[in-house]
């Protein structure tokens, strides 16, 4: 396994769609190895193969619930239910936040690295992260749905909040 360079906004690999997976062979399982120990070391919820600078329709996301990575090959939602407004971030946006709403709820379809097709599903931000990286794969990013990234005071102010409010709930 090896770390793979992270690209960030404004290079030409974020912004093309990505072509589907068609072999699933050792290259595939290279790239999936080396996508995860370069999330671990980025310390991401989720990680594309075009933030990599490889246009296939890969990505990995972190499950909430087992805090392992969920490895998408040829990924498509196929079941949304609710409404989550948060923060979001992207590895290839580095140290920008913004607001975002996107589905509470998520139902993917997708591949494993042998080509075996499976149904996940997530809420929280396991869901947040499920639409955020599948974005990546048609070339879009998340900056595309905020009004502005969030001032130093803005972030520590909204991160106080959250975790009032969490606080509370206990």
């Avoid at 404004?10 to 999330?39: S, Y």
């Avoid at 239910?81 to 589905?103: A, D, F, H, M, Y």
Wanted: with cysteine; net charge negative; glycine share 8%.
């Amino acid at each position: 396994m090896a770390l793979r360079k992270i690209v960030e906004i404004g290079e030409d690999c974020l912004t093309k769609v990505c072509r589907p997976v068609t072999q699933f062979n050792r290259r595939l399982h290279v790239l999936l190895d080396d996508m995860a120990e370069t999330l671990a070391e980025a310390n991401g919820a989720g990680l594309a193969a075009p933030q990599v600078g490889v246009l296939r329709r890969v990505c990995l996301v972190m499950d909430e619930e087992t805090e392992e990575y969920i490895e998408l090959i040829n990924p498509e939602i196929i079941a949304v239910k609710g409404e989550q407004t948060g923060l979001e971030g992207c590895l290839s946006v580095p140290n920008k936040w913004g607001i975002v709403t996107r589905p509470a709820w998520v139902k993917v379809r997708a591949q494993d690295r042998d080509g075996n097709w499976f149904e996940a599903e997530g809420e929280g931000l396991t869901a947040r992260c499920f639409c955020h990286e599948i974005e990546h794969l048609d070339g879009h990013l998340y900056v595309e749905h905020i009004d502005h990234f969030l001032s130093e005071e803005e972030l520590r102010d909204y991160l106080e909040r959250e975790e009032a409010e969490a606080a509370g709930e206990e």
